[in-house]
């Protein structure tokens, strides 16, 4: 018998860390957007609609950075990794 209960306390000390884990999830998530939106802001995408702004990253995070760069500005992204620093 003493096993079922070792099993039945590893369950629950698995679920206590499975809502920790969501905890920290939600908590990074949080501070993840924080940043993103501070990079969006003033770049001019923030005129953008919500939705027209969710496909443009969604299109933008199908073809990767590098094609990305590459379509958007013309040059390869060669070129940008070489630019100087802030001007990315």
Known sequence: MPRNRSAIA??????ADRE???AK???LEVQAAKELGEII???????????????VAE??????EDAAIE???????T???HAAPGTQ
Do not use: N, P, V, Y
């Open 79 to 81: 070129r940008a990794s």
């Open 25 to 27: 999830q939600r908590e």
């Open 71 to 77: 379509k958007l500005t013309g040059r390869g992204a």
């Open 20 to 22: 920790a884990l969501d």
């Open 41 to 55: 802001l003033g770049s001019g995408l923030e005129s953008f609609s919500k939705k027209g702004l969710r496909k």
């Open 10 to 15: 590893a369950l629950q000390k698995l679920e």
């Open 59 to 64: 299109e933008l995070g199908k073809l990767g």
